[in-house]
């Protein structure tokens, strides 16, 4: 089974930016980016089809975070900008085998990182 594995997390004052980055142990299909905030559910927050160019964010970082990879690295990358307080939360890189359409629902995946924390202080 493929193995995910996050990094970037970090803490970053408001307005800040911070870059995460997820490899995986092999090749891929779709990928996306979850959150989840103490006391709150895991929700989407971006999800990007193998062809790169197909992509699904959450209303609430469009415009604001941008999701990106590179499959001959097998590598997947969350650029988030303008961040604010309400954007700290474990983040999450997950696989999914779903590419007739661009998944974004948790049970839409199959394989999990650890997560990585991101804190943004206000």
């Known amino acids: 089974q493929v193995q995910l594995v996050e990094s970037g997390g970090g803490l970053v004052q408001a307005g800040g930016s911070l870059t995460l980055s997820c490899r995986a142990s092999?090749?891929?299909?779709?990928m996306g980016w979850f959150r989840q905030a103490p006391g709150k559910e895991r929700e989407v927050v971006a999800a990007?089809?193998?062809?790169?160019?197909?992509?699904y964010y959450s209303d609430s970082v469009k415009g604001r975070f941008t999701v990106s990879r590179d499959n001959a690295k097998n590598t997947v990358s969350l650029q988030m900008n303008s961040l604010k307080p309400e954007d700290t939360a474990v983040y999450y890189c997950?696989?999914?085998?779903?590419?007739?359409?661009?998944?974004?629902?948790?049970?839409?995946?199959?394989?999990w990182g650890q997560g990585t924390q991101v804190t943004v202080s206000s």
């Open positions: 997950a696989a999914s085998m779903i590419f007739l359409y661009v998944p974004h629902r948790t049970f839409e995946f199959d394989v």
């Open positions: 092999e090749v891929t299909l779709t």
């Open positions: 990007i089809a193998r062809n790169g160019i197909n992509t």
